[in-house]
């Protein structure tokens, strides 16, 4: 999927994919990670989640990042936060009180720029994804986060046609097909969800424990 799509999305607010409140999954099922409260946590394709915010309270330091400097300016402008801005060479970077969004290529992170991240909350990253780029991400993820990482999913599943992604139904085997080596993964459960345009379908959580 082109970068452009995305900002085209951002820029003529064709936004459905983003949620007005807190996820009440995130809520539910953060503390089974078992991460200490002041463990650093990656955001990929955060948007202007403000799923950040609800971490951030936690006491967690976080990384998010995505091509959509829009979104990520209207994160900082709509909560009236005043980020530094700095303009790098990969990445420009927003930074305040525990906060570091960067915009870019999600694939242009190195390991370096994540350091020790503790934990990756996804619930908009692996869903935004179509099929042929879903394998590149979780390699890339993996090779991102160091031992003992763990990961929150959330991911939706709907019947085929139902909806034209992103966001993009996945189903639970692709997730342990696509995960499996690299992480143990824990199916946690599956609730009926609205999509956009009020589309019912069944949104799914996992944990996934990076092996050693």
């Known amino acids: 999927m082109e970068h452009q799509f995305w900002h085209e999305r951002w820029e003529q607010n064709q936004i459905g994919f983003h949620q007005s ?13 078992g991460i200490p409260n002041d463990a650093p946590v990656f955001v990929p394709l955060c948007g202007k989640s403000l799923d950040m915010l609800w971490l ?18 209207a994160f900082f402008n709509e909560n009236q936060l005043s980020p530094a801005i ?7 970077e927003y930074s305040m ?8 290529d999600f694939f242009a ?23 042929a780029m ?12 160091p031992t003992a990482a763990s990961i929150l999913l959330i991911t939706l599943e709907y019947p085929e046609g139902m909806l034209k992604g992103p966001p993009f139904s996945v189903a639970q085997d692709e997730v342990e097909a696509l995960y499996g080596e690299g992480f143990e993964v824990t199916f946690k459960g599956r609730w009926d969800g609205l999509g956009p345009k ?6 799914v959580v996992y944990t996934l424990k990076r092996k050693p």
Do not use: C
């Not at 350091?115 to 990756?120: D, P």
């Open 21 to 33: 409140e807190i996820n009440a999954y995130l809520n539910s099922h953060w503390a089974e990670l």
């Open 56 to 73: 951030r309270e936690q006491g967690h330091a976080l990384l998010g990042i995505d091509i959509s400097e829009v979104a990520l300016q």
């Open 86 to 92: 700095s303009k790098g060479e990969r990445f420009t």
């Open 97 to 104: 009180d525990g906060l570091r969004l960067l915009g870019g």
């Open 109 to 131: 992170l190195t390991r370096e720029d994540l350091g020790q991240i503790r934990a990756v909350y996804d619930r908009a990253a692996l869903i935004a994804l179509p099929p």
């Open 134 to 145: 879903r394998k590149d991400y979780v390699r890339h993820m993996e090779a991102l986060l």
């Open 198 to 203: 009020g589309k019912p379908l069944k949104e």
